[in-house]
């Protein structure tokens, strides 16, 4: 019998190696795994913030990690929506909360009742009935226990970048992790297989399986035979990224901010000491200098500093897993920035990962189903971020008309059909956004349901307004007593925020 996997060598650098140590070493040390971090020189400036999904939480309880340590050290703000503003002209911002699924089994999707009255005449729009969404008009955080078993939000965070990879790596020495930190000087190669690392200090570095965190430098899967990068810039034309800070806001919100503009879009993603601001957009468009000059008019906010700008690379491996290499992260999947998925793409791969780690080492037949996985998982993320650009109602401006006209992925488009025809979203398997997620950003985009489910005329009118009034009560009154994002922190700060787009 082949013997078990007994060492592994993360190859990377920042959050994406030291969470992928981290939970391998969390989850297999005890069984006699060895786990080798090798960390190559950081990308991560100063300037740089993460904004994170609700499901981070997840992955920090799995890892032991306090969170009152992480909103410390990382300076970090809870955040329970993005707001996204000027994505269609003269239209109103729309939120992209992170309300929870009501429990399965139970009642249809609000929605449902929600499209019906909206088609009958009803002009009060599906955020005022999102518990996430109206904690982030008052900001604040959905986290008091809820009387209603059908009304739950939870939050994400916005994280200081470099501290928060600190913190990561902190964790991970000491939870056991070997660390190296000479760097990589060559990647021994046998046809699509990795013999071993020889480190820029000469030590040299076998394992039975190589994981490549490296980003978009592919560091190690890049250098197999079979690697193939299958680019998404088709759908996700935004190419490069601008990082700079501002003052910190008077008031915290309980949101990020997202503003369009003619060539890609401007986030502000406040902290507790200062606010990050991102913009992120097409070279072809609007060229650096410029982008430098107007980010602080869009975003209406002074900014200081050096400003950082990097490229981005959209798209995915074609394989993620090659003979004895992972990819994890954007070695595996790159995308853009928005809706706050620079971790999610890790933790996705992560837990991929764990659920088919090789039983022995050798000729890893579980490589098939994490390729499987991967690509569903990116390409739902995928289209979720496609959704933004392409279905966008910025009407006479050329670089957005352009993207308009693009033909969608073939997921996007089934699901804007099928929430078209019937406020329906159909979902894939591992996807990273649930259908309210979807609905919201579907009607953000000016998809309108013509339609609903037809069980809901089973519902007398005067209940069906009944319920619609009753949502509408319960959403406002529990919003209102929830902490605000300063009583949650424990600062004291009475000057009202001022968020505009």
């Known amino acids: 019998m082949t013997d078990r996997v007994q060492s592994v060598a993360v190859v990377g650098r920042d959050a994406p190696l030291w969470l992928t140590a981290a939970a391998l070493q969390r989850a297999l040390g005890r069984t006699g795994l060895r786990v080798h971090a090798v960390e190559l020189d950081t990308r991560i400036a100063e300037v740089d913030v993460y904004a994170a999904l609700p499901s981070l939480r997840g992955l920090h309880r799995l890892l032991g990690l306090d969170e009152d340590l992480v909103l410390r050290v990382c300076r970090a703000v809870p955040m329970v929506a993005q707001r996204f503003s000027n994505w269609a002209k003269g239209a109103p911002p729309f939120l992209l909360a992170y309300d929870d699924e009501p429990p399965p089994g139970g009642d249809l999707p609000f929605i449902q ?88 200090d000469g030590t040299r570095i076998a394992a039975d399986l190589y994981i490549d965190a490296s980003g978009s430098e592919a560091r190690l899967i890049g250098r197999l035979e079979s690697a193939e990068f299958d680019s998404w810039g088709d759908w996700l034309p935004c190419d490069r990224m601008l990082a700079v800070s501002g003052p910190r806001f008077p008031r915290l919100p309980a949101f990020s901010q997202v503003s369009a503009f003619d060539g890609g879009w401007v986030g502000l993603f406040p902290l507790q000491d200062r606010t990050p601001l991102i913009a992120v957009y097409n070279s072809t468009t609007v060229g650096d200098q410029d982008v430098i000059a107007r980010a602080g008019v869009i975003a209406r906010m002074p900014i200081s500093g050096d400003a950082v700008v990097s490229e981005l690379r959209r798209g995915i491996q074609r394989f993620p897993w090659i003979g004895n290499c992972i990819a994890i992260g954007e070695s595996a999947v790159a995308l853009d920035p928005i809706d706050a998925v620079q971790l999610q793409v890790t933790h996705g791969c992560i837990s991929h990962l764990m659920s088919v780690f090789p039983a022995t080492a050798g000729e ?50 089934r699901k804007a059909d099928m929430f078209e025809a019937r406020a329906l979203v159909p979902l894939n398997d591992d996807e990273s956004f649930d259908e309210q997620r979807w609905s919201a950003l579907l009607l953000g985009c000016g998809v309108v349901p013509q339609g609903y489910d037809p069980r809901v005329d089973a519902l007398a009118d005067q209940m069906h307004v009944a319920k619609v009034q009753g949502r509408l009560r319960e959403v406002a009154e529990l919003a209102r007593r929830m902490p605000s994002v300063e009583q949650f922190l424990g600062l004291d700060q009475p000057a009202a925020a001022q968020v505009s787009g």
Do not use: T
């Open 113 to 200: 009742y929600w499209a019906k009255g909206m088609i009958a005449g009803l002009r009060v729009p599906i955020g005022d009935f999102s518990l996430g969404s109206a904690c982030a008009r008052l900001n604040n955080l959905p986290i008091a226990p809820s009387e209603s078993a059908g009304l739950s939000a939870s939050y994400g965070y916005h994280l200081d970048a470099p501290a928060y990879c600190e913190l990561i790596k902190q964790l991970a020495l000491r939870l056991g992790v070997e660390v190296s930190g000479a760097g990589v000087r060559n990647v021994d190669v046998e046809g699509d297989s990795i013999a071993g690392i020889e480190l820029a």
């Open 364 to 413: 890893f037949p579980e490589a098939e189903a994490y390729n499987r996985s991967i690509h569903s998982f990116g390409s739902n993320l995928r289209d979720f971020q496609a959704a933004h650009y392409l279905l966008n109602r910025r009407f006479d401006d050329p670089f957005w008309d352009r993207l308009r006209d693009s033909g969608p992925p073939p997921g996007l488009e």
